[in-house]
């Protein structure tokens, strides 16, 4: 099934990094500081100065250039999405969760993807995903830590991280898993 316009620009940020060598966060601090006042001339830096293609090129431009006001493109749509219909109930766990993972600091990143979110340094040291109606799984990347309690081995529920905290009620999002997410921040 073909992608929306939204899900095609949500992936293409996701992929920034990779393609490209710096995130949209990262992209957006050079076209600013670039100083192009139109779509086609901070096109053409990108595109001549740093040797980005042109979809990315139009990408990062389309966001520097976006509107005050307007919402990010592939952001808090995916959230939405994610904690839309019967997992609405669990949107406040996302959030006190969040709120908790940036205090940690200024370069936390908060990348949302279709059915999760990634928490991101230098590199992703933790990812939040609604699994069922009624909890949430927060993997988290603690490599050479064992397993034990609330802290799982990640199994088959995702590859990109060691660890997973289920968490079902507010009440779980405290100083036990708040330090693992620290620790994981810590070492990203």
């Known amino acids: 099934m073909a992608k929306t316009p939204e899900e095609m620009t949500a992936a293409m940020i996701e992929n920034l990094k990779e393609k490209t060598g710096k995130t949209l966060a990262e992209w957006l601090k050079v076209a600013?500081?670039?100083?192009?006042?139109?779509?086609?001339?901070?096109?053409?830096?990108l595109k001549s100065e740093h040797g980005v293609t042109h979809g990315y090129a139009n990408l990062i431009a389309l966001e520097a250039l976006r509107p005050e006001g307007r919402a990010p493109a592939g952001g808090d749509e995916?959230?939405?999405?994610?904690?839309?219909?019967?997992?609405?109930?669990?949107?406040?766990?996302?959030?006190a969760l969040i709120a908790a993972v940036k205090a940690f600091g200024t370069d936390v990143d908060v990348a949302p993807k279709k059915t999760y979110v990634s928490l991101r340094r230098s590199k992703q040291f933790?990812?939040?995903?609604?699994?069922?109606?009624?909890?949430?799984?927060?993997?988290?990347?603690?490599?050479?830590?064992?397993?034990?309690?609330?802290?799982?081995?990640?199994?088959?529920?995702?590859?990109m991280v060691s660890h997973r905290v289920r968490v079902g009620d507010l009440t779980q999002v405290d100083a036990e898993l708040l330090g693992w997410l620290r620790q994981a921040y810590v070492a990203s």
């Open 32 to 45: 600013k500081a670039g100083k192009a006042a139109k779509h086609g001339e901070l096109v053409k830096l």
């Open 126 to 159: 933790a990812l939040v995903q609604p699994s069922t109606t009624t909890r949430l799984d927060v993997g988290i990347n603690l490599k050479g830590t064992p397993a034990g309690g609330r802290l799982e081995a990640s199994g088959s529920f995702n590859a």
């Open 78 to 95: 995916l959230v939405q999405a994610q904690y839309a219909g019967a997992k609405a109930t669990l949107r406040p766990i996302y959030d």
